[in-house]
């Protein structure tokens, strides 16, 4: 596609329940990354996955969260018993991956808006 | 722990005026600052910055990185209600793909 593509744009859910966002990267790249903004917060990254796998899931908060990634493109986050705090907008981001050893352009998608009522 | 640092917070200015924004960051194995506007929601990439010293200039946006220092400007001329944003900046990192990102500076230009 011509951009990075997330859905929902907002997901509004109970304390408690489970929720799976998605994101579509720009087609060709293979690296993916997520990061969560809280309320007039930097972004904080969340996990990183180079094709399939996820060399880097340092930041996941805790074991409610996980991110899976197949056939190369397609990436969905999984929050379960959700939190109030989880409440955030949740970013995606890809990168062609090819950059070496040199610092890789993210190119970010709108990000879905989760409110945990 | 790697950390970012951007300054202001926040800062309204009237159209036409010229303003700085600051970013300083204390990360292990630094390797490029980037600078992001971020208007809705989606940051758009603005700069990457690896060496100490040289400006890149988009129009009336231009930034420079100081390694001594450990910081970086973004500077905008001649603003325009269309530059109201948040501007982030991020640190690369040598061995890592994530970004560590500051706070933003939230930017209102005023007409």
């Known amino acids: 596609g011509a951009g990075v593509s997330q859905s929902p744009s907002n997901k509004v859910t109970e304390k408690g329940k489970d929720v799976e966002l998605r994101c579509d990267p720009i087609s060709g790249h293979t690296a993916l990354y997520w990061y969560r903004q809280s309320l007039g917060q930097g972004l904080e990254f969340l996990i990183y996955f180079q094709g399939n796998s996820a060399p880097d899931k340092s930041g996941l908060p805790s074991d409610r969260f996980s991110a899976e990634r197949t056939g190369g493109s397609v990436s969905t986050l999984t929050i379960q018993r959700t939190q109030q705090e989880d409440s955030a907008v949740y970013l995606c981001?890809?990168?062609?991956?090819?950059?070496?050893?040199?610092?890789?352009?993210?190119?970010f998608g709108p990000g879905t808006r989760l409110t945990v009522l | 722990e790697d950390k970012v640092v951007q300054s202001p917070l926040s800062l309204v200015v009237h159209e036409g005026d010229t303003v700085t924004l600051n970013c300083s960051y204390e990360v292990t194995n630094f390797r490029s600052l980037l600078w992001y506007k971020q208007e809705k929601k989606a940051p758009t990439f603005l700069f990457m910055l690896?060496?100490?010293?040289i400006e890149k200039k988009s129009g009336r946006l231009s930034s420079i990185l100081d390694k001594k220092e450990l910081s970086s400007i973004l500077n905008i001329t001649a603003t325009q209600t269309g530059d109201s944003a948040i501007y982030l900046c991020a640190a690369g990192i040598q061995g890592a793909q994530k970004l560590v990102f500051g706070q933003g500076t939230r930017l209102t230009i005023n007409p």
């Open positions: 981001a890809s990168s062609t991956g090819l950059a070496g050893g040199n610092t890789d352009t993210q190119y």
């Open positions: 690896t060496s100490s010293g």
